[in-house]
């Protein structure tokens, strides 16, 4: 079966793209506490204290990482902030296994847990409530984040999550179906069957289904309801 896919293009590279920081911004999410400082002199090279700095600021922002992606504009002031020139910084240069064990560290110093199998498991029932209650995939993605921040755990990609939706949104479909067969007599199967069948052998017949309402296009106004304790009989 397809995967469900709710979020545009658009949509979905903008929650898996790092904030967009104003000036002011830019002072309050990558402010150097001590703590962080303690971390940065365990680190060797410009480009890995500059690079963490950012992964902290963008985590602290939206609680959530964005692999190796920054901002010309951010990769400046945490140079300039950290005493370099943005020259002696070489963002293409920071590997992935430097930024798998910089995002532990910084999942320890900020508190927050890793967003794994168990915490996928502990969602599902959130998930399953929200499908019931036919929530919009969009809304019940929103909610999903606020769960997380609340439990102070990262939050994954715009993918990861909309796959735990989608898995969760099929699974309900394939119980509604198998309830249905479950239920349906013989000869309630074979009417509903009927319904799909088109009205006419021509290519633009339509099917049963869609001729049972039938919308006015009346302009006038309809009666007003009346109730009945105001009706008053002669």
Known sequence: MP???????????????????????????FVITD???KILDSLKTPTNQVCFVLSVGYFRAAKRFFSRQFREADVRFVAARLGYIPEVVGVEE???????????????????GVFDAAVANELTPH???????R??????????VEILESAKTEVP???ILAELIGDETQRHEAELSALLINELTSKQRALLNDLFDKEGDSDASRMKLTLLKRFSQSTKPRNPFVPMHLIVVN
Request: glycine share 2%; aromatic share 14%; hydrophobic share 35%.
């Open 35 to 37: 703590g962080l400082q």
């Open 127 to 133: 998930i399953r409530s929200m499908v019931r209650a």
């Open 157 to 159: 990609s715009a993918r």
């Open 135 to 144: 929530m919009a995939p969009k809304f019940i993605l929103a909610r999903l």
């Open 94 to 112: 920071y590997e992935k296994s430097r930024f798998t064990r910089h995002r532990n560290q910084i999942l320890d110093y900020l508190g927050y």
């Open 3 to 29: 995967r469900m896919k709710f979020l545009t293009t658009t949509e979905q590279q903008a929650f898996d793209s790092p904030p967009e920081f104003n000036a002011s911004e830019r002072k309050r999410f």
